[in-house]
């Protein structure tokens, strides 16, 4: 059995913690986001009522007001984005949900099948990592210049992920054919798990650095 060294286990534990941190704090999103709907829906009867005492007394103004009113809180906690698959749907909600949070334009266009042969935890972190990293770029940026585009689709039998988003750095240069990290010493663990995933997988990624934009390519065999 071959043993690993002082300093891959201590990559391992890193990652691992990483892993951890990334999937609760997803969870906490997920969770505030559906606890938003539960308090809508908990509502909904109040909200009748007084839409009807209003029509009731003739005040078509204050009725129509109160629509607004709702319609935009209703705004804040509906699903933007419904791709097929639950999990895809929960994650990429969540993320765009905080990114518009923001003030960062988020475009999104994704259609997954129900059932994936890439196990949902690995789906989250991939997602989870390139939407944190995107976000995390954006918010150097002007609120007018905060851009994230996703595309999701099933290419033959793999599953195509593409992520764009604008960025502050000028075009970057690979090291060893790789990008490396921005965020510093001890950070930038989340792209060596894609990397994992993706090899895990026997899938594609390609990462793309233009001045003022940042893409990342991944293909994932189903």
Not at 189 to 208: A, P
Request: proline share 2%.
């Amino acid at each position: 059995m071959l043993k690993l060294s002082f300093r891959e286990k201590r990559m391992n534990k890193q990652l691992a913690a990483c892993q951890s941190d990334l999937l609760a704090t997803h969870y906490a999103e997920v969770e505030n986001m559906y606890r938003q709907m539960r308090g809508w829906r908990h509502d909904y009867r109040n909200h009748i009522q007084v839409l009807k005492s209003y029509l009731a007394m003739g005040d078509v103004e204050a009725a129509s007001d109160y629509l607004g009113a709702l319609e935009a809180d209703l705004n804040t906690v509906d699903l933007a984005l419904k791709t097929g698959n639950k999990m895809t749907d929960i994650i990429l909600n969540s993320k765009i949900s905080l990114a518009r949070s923001r003030k960062i334009q988020v475009t999104a266009d994704a259609h997954v099948p129900v059932s994936l042969k890439t196990a949902e935890i690995d789906l989250c972190i991939i997602i989870g990592n390139l939407f944190d990293n995107a976000i995390e770029a954006c918010m150097a940026l002007p609120e007018k210049e905060r851009m994230i585009r996703v595309y999701m689709e099933m290419k033959n039998t793999q599953l195509y992920i593409s992520f764009t988003n604008s960025t502050a750095l000028p075009k970057q240069r690979k090291t060893d054919g790789r990008f490396l990290s921005t965020k510093g010493r001890g950070r930038g663990y989340g792209l060596v798990r894609i990397d994992t995933i993706v090899e895990k997988y026997q899938g594609y990624i390609s990462r793309n650095s233009e001045d003022g934009a940042f893409t990342t390519e991944i293909l994932l065999p189903q």
